[in-house]
């Protein structure tokens, strides 16, 4: 665990210097839409929509292994799809 908090405090350390080195504005167009944003903006909302992705992928991942479980644990009919 230990080992853990020090890589992400290493990670947002490195994040922190590499968007603070990087604030020139840069035109992001996107279909009809043109935007003039500095890119530090671009690179925390890209980073922080990342995050919140792979977070929902790992819960919504260990949900579903949490019911498989519990579905093997009470006889579910799980397993009998599985093999068919």
């Known amino acids: 665990m230990k080992t853990k908090i020090i890589?992400?405090?290493?990670f947002i350390i490195m994040?922190?210097?590499f968007v603070s080195q990087n604030?020139?504005?840069v035109e992001l167009?996107?279909?009809?839409w043109k935007f003039e944003l500095s890119t530090i903006v671009i690179i925390s909302v890209t980073f922080?929509?990342?995050?919140v992705a792979g977070f929902l992928v790992v819960s919504i991942l260990s949900y579903k292994e949490?019911?498989?479980?519990?579905n093997k644990i009470a006889?579910?009919?799980e397993d009998k799809k599985d093999q068919i």
């Open 75 to 77: 006889g579910g009919t």
């Open 7 to 10: 890589l992400f405090m290493l």
């Open 23 to 25: 604030t020139k504005v």
């Open 29 to 32: 167009s996107f279909l009809a």
């Open 66 to 70: 949490k019911v498989k479980s519990k």
């Open 48 to 51: 922080f929509i990342g995050m």
């Open 15 to 17: 994040f922190t210097i």
